[in-house]
Nanobody
Framework: QVHVVESGGGLVQAGGSLRLSCAAS?????MAWFRQVPGKEREFVAT????????HYADAVKGRFTISRDNAEYTVYLQMNSLKPEDTAVYYC???????????????????WGLGTQVTVSS
């Protein structure tokens, strides 16, 4: 069973930066970041293919967030720059360990999830 553990959340002022980390184990096809605020559905942020490194981003974070991976360390990172108050959410890391043909932006593609880390951006 793949275990996923996030770290790196916190409080930052608008315009600032944070880097989230996610450690995983096992065979992985994609890893992704989602975020969720109370009362709303979990929202896709970014994803990266584990072998080819192809990335996809939500329009809301393009140009500000960067997802990357360290295959040797089984770790994926989310560098978040120019943070806005609307980026405030619990951020979840997820891993696709099955490789089902489901669009990468959909939560149901991912079968292993972390517990989440809070990111708060103050105005």
């Amino acid at each position: 069973q793949v275990h996923v553990v996030e770290s790196g959340g916190g409080l930052v002022q608008a315009g600032g930066s944070l880097r989230l980390s996610c450690a995983a184990s096992g065979r992985i096809y994609y890893m992704a970041w989602f975020r969720q605020v109370p009362g709303k559905e979990r929202e896709f942020v970014a994803t990266i293919g584990w072998s080819g490194g192809i990335t996809h981003y939500a329009d809301a974070v393009k140009g500000r967030f960067t997802i990357s991976r360290d295959n040797a360390e089984y770790t994926v990172y989310l560098q978040m720059n120019s943070l806005k108050p609307e980026d405030t959410a619990v951020y979840y890391c997820a891993a696709d360990t099955v490789g089902r043909p489901i669009p990468v932006s959909m939560p149901r593609k991912y079968d292993a999830w972390g517990l989440g880390t809070q990111v708060t951006v103050s105005s």
